[in-house]
């Protein structure tokens, strides 16, 4: 099994972990090595940390505000929009979800499925309501899903949940107008689990018409060699049988079909390493046919990208409505992101490049 080096640079000695991009370390790799395998142990803890890459606060206040924040929007999407609590998914009893919905709610209303961060160990539906009013204010149907970390749930048990999550919504709205997965770190990974669901043994095929996933982890193998697989137990297998990234590209068929967006994100602020995992799997979607599309967001990290779908003009919670709305110019009530106006309001400029515009 492979161990982190004890010098984390293959090209000179004298460089220090924290000078080390994975992403310009391939060049010096075996081909076919992922540039990770460079790093010094402390190096990939520090990598696989996201609150030691925020910069507008100290690492120790990151969590605790994130947190805050998506109770406060929870809190305030509980009191302000219909919904049902706590409702199950399945028999366990973690398997359940909170369902929010906009003020003229139809059984042919889009539905966004959320699943949260943490980690796989950490994270909670009771404190990540964050894109509620926004996305309800626009006629879109909101459910946060929970499921059992770790360490009472397995990896295998997290994207068995989070695929029957999505079978019990089809069922219950079978005239949906169409059920989009978002995902945040963890829950990105679960989202994009949820592309390899073989949907005949569950009898029912989700409407499935679009993936957000912001801040993934799509291999987790290099997970394995830091502190974050304490509460897992993940072994290599493990990693290999959960990782989209490997699974995907040697899936023999696709179950959901490529005219399907799906939708890579990472903030400016995320690590190189989750840099680099988005990257590769937008390019392993787009290469093996889905429709794939990658976003680089500016100004934002691992943390703040997620805060700020509180915000109803955030460029983030604008790009989701206008996956779900495509001919959002044309939708009555709802902003264009791409409006002079907005683009100001984002503090981006007229010329941000942000392929959310048509």
């Known amino acids: 099994m492979w161990a982190p080096p004890l010098s984390p640079c293959p090209c000179k000695a004298s460089c220090s972990p924290s000078e080390l991009d994975p992403a310009m370390a391939a060049s010096a ?16 803890e520090r990598q696989y940390s996201p609150s030691r890459w925020v910069i507008r606060m100290k690492a120790e206040e990151v969590v605790s505000t994130f947190v805050r924040t998506g109770s406060q929007a929870t809190r305030k999407a509980r009191a302000t929009r219909r919904n049902q609590l706590d ?9 359940k979800m909170d369902i929010y919905f906009p003020d003229e709610h139809s059984q042919a209303s889009p539905l966004l499925l959320f699943f949260h961060g943490g980690y796989w160990q950490s994270g909670s539906k009771d404190d990540s309501a964050f894109m509620v009013n926004p996305l309800t204010a626009q006629g879109v149907g ?13 990896l295998d048990q997290m994207v068995d ?21 978002c995902g945040h770190s963890a829950g990105a990974h679960l989202a994009a689990m949820v592309l390899l ?3 005949t043994k569950h009898g029912v095929t989700p409407n499935l018409q679009g993936f957000l996933l912001v801040s993934g982890i799509y291999d987790l193998e290099p997970l394995i060699y830091t502190s974050q697989n304490a509460p897992l137990h993940m072994t290599l297998e493990d990693a290999q049988r959960n990782s989209p990234q490997h699974c995907l590209e040697v899936a023999p068929a696709k179950p959901v079909g490529p005219a399907c967006p799906v939708l890579v994100v990472v903030g400016q602020h995320d690590s190189p390493e989750f840099h680099r995992q988005s990257r590769e799997f937008y ?3 787009h290469r093996v046919g889905w429709k794939a599309s990658f976003q680089e967001l500016p100004g934002v990290d691992h943390f703040d990208i997620i805060e700020n779908l509180t915000q109803e003009d955030d460029v983030l919670t604008q790009t989701i409505l206008k996956t779900i709305f495509p001919d959002a110019l044309r939708t009555p009530g709802l902003q264009p992101v791409c409006t002079s106006e907005n683009l100001q309001k984002m503090r981006l400029p007229p010329n941000t490049g942000l392929s959310v515009c048509p």
């Open 87 to 95: 409702v199950p998914y399945g028999d366990g009893e973690g398997e």
């Open 161 to 181: 949940q989070v695929t029957r999550s999505v079978v019990f919504l089809q069922r219950r709205y079978p005239s949906n107008g169409g059920i989009y997965l």
């Open 283 to 285: 390019e392993m979607l």
């Open 29 to 44: 790799l075996p081909a076919g090595e992922p540039p990770w395998k460079t790093l010094s142990a402390e190096e990939l």
């Open 142 to 154: 909101v459910a946060i899903v929970a499921y059992d970390i770790a360490p009472k749930g397995t």
């Open 197 to 199: 669901a073989g949907w």
